[in-house]
């Protein structure tokens, strides 16, 4: 099975982690669902995942001291499998799985995704637990010294046979449930490990072949990162989407910084393949993590970050509770006009980038529709920003845009029409907010 033949557009859903950390269960999943269902599928959002630790019956329990509990407890097959906490998931009950909840998903038109850490329980390794289909059991084919700093659940898996069959285990499993979606954790960077030694490379190799055996088509999301320019190939490879990034929350700081990784990034954006800038903290935040809040982002800040994620064409996932989104915040997700830059046939690139401002633009190949961008990056104070018709003629594909006369322009987030001026795109942008324009022929 290609990888390619599916995902062929960035990945677009809600995730669970930013508002409810460890601790979400069946009840709060279906509910947002729902929300999915009925107020954003139109859209293309789809994808519904269920984040880290959903296997812990204790997960959340004493946050004040431990996010994820040293040697917690946890629910795992005999096969060293880990398996939905049945307090959290109940439909999980009697080796269910998450199938009944994944059908339920699917019962709405959407799809389902899970969160998993890289590597093999350690209590799997510690029981000696068979593994299905090897000879060998779950303390033969754990590496103990290949451990991630944050998490102490997993023990990496050693490359070999009996190893890819437990990884082949994992994925028919998976498969058998309904999952479409995996984002796979320690994986796509480690803060132990920086060169070879480092399991996650090879781990995600066996995940990949994995996949391609269980007769499904999942898509494959590396975290955390930042990921490697270097092994740019090798994500694309084996994956669908990875993090440029460690974890992205709603500070201007780390908004500003992901331009420059954006343009780092920019040429690896093809079919199926998502340099990935992590999750869109956007309205209600936090609960899981013992505060509820609202994003810290202003409304600027949060068009300037789904501009440049839609141009840029990053996977999207909502990190709040969809079901407490207020009607600006949906207005703001629901934007045909921006999620319109996401299709398979367009191409981002940043084309300015300085310490105060920065420019990109958006082509539909297909159409030869162009957008621009034009980011105020500096602190305090709007600035009237500007890009010539001629510089952005030797951007785009095909047959470009003429610059022989004024162009008429049209505002995706005001939704006004007005012309350019002496041959330029120009606005006068508020701080660290943008203008979006499509430039008609």
Known sequence: MNKNNFAVTPPMGWNSYDYYDTTVNEEQVKAN?????AHLKEFGWEYVVVDIEW????????????????????EMDAYGRLQPSPLRFPSSVGGKGFAPLAEYVHSLGLKFGIHIMRG???????????????????????????????????????????GQAYYDSLLTMYAQWGVDFIKCDDICDSRLYRTEPFLGWEETRMLHRAIEKCGRPIVLSLSPGPAHIDRAWEYCKYANMWRITDDFWDE?????????R???????????????????????????????RDTGFTKEEQKTMM??????????????????????????LTNRDMLDMMKET??????????????????????????????????GEEKTLSVALAELENFTAGEGI?????????????????????????????AHGVKVYRVEK
């Open 33 to 37: 669902a729902d929300y999915m269902a």
């Open 402 to 430: 003429s610059v022989r006369e004024e162009k008429t322009i049209f505002e995706l987030w005001d939704k006004q029409e007005s012309t350019t001026v002496s041959g330029r795109v120009e606005a006068t942008v508020p």
């Open 307 to 332: 501009t440049l994620w839609c141009m840029f064409r990053s996977p999207l996932m909502i990190g709040a509770e969809l079901t407490l989104l207020d009607d600006w915040t949906l207005s703001l």
């Open 120 to 162: 093999i329980p350690r209590k799997a390794a510690e029981q000696h637990c068979a593994v299905m289909g090897a000879e060998e059991t779950a303390d033969r084919i754990a590496d103990p010294s290949s451990i991630c700093p944050w998490n102490p659940d997993m023990y990496g898996v050693r490359n070999t046979e009996s």
């Open 346 to 379: 367009c191409k981002g690139m940043q084309i300015i980038r300085t310490d105060d401002y920065a420019v990109w633009v958006n082509q539909d190949e297909a159409s030869g529709r162009l957008c621009v961008a034009l980011f105020n990056l500096s602190d």
């Open 252 to 260: 201007w700081s780390l908004l500003k910084a992901m331009f420059a």
């Open 262 to 292: 954006c343009e780092l990034w920019q040429d690896h954006v093809r079919k199926g393949c998502f340099p990935d800038c992590d999750m869109l903290p956007l309205g209600k935040l936090g609960k899981g993590f013992g505060s509820e």
């Open 55 to 74: 296997y812990c019956n204790d997960a959340g329990t004493i946050r004040d001291q431990f996010q994820y509990i040293p040697f917690g407890d946890i």
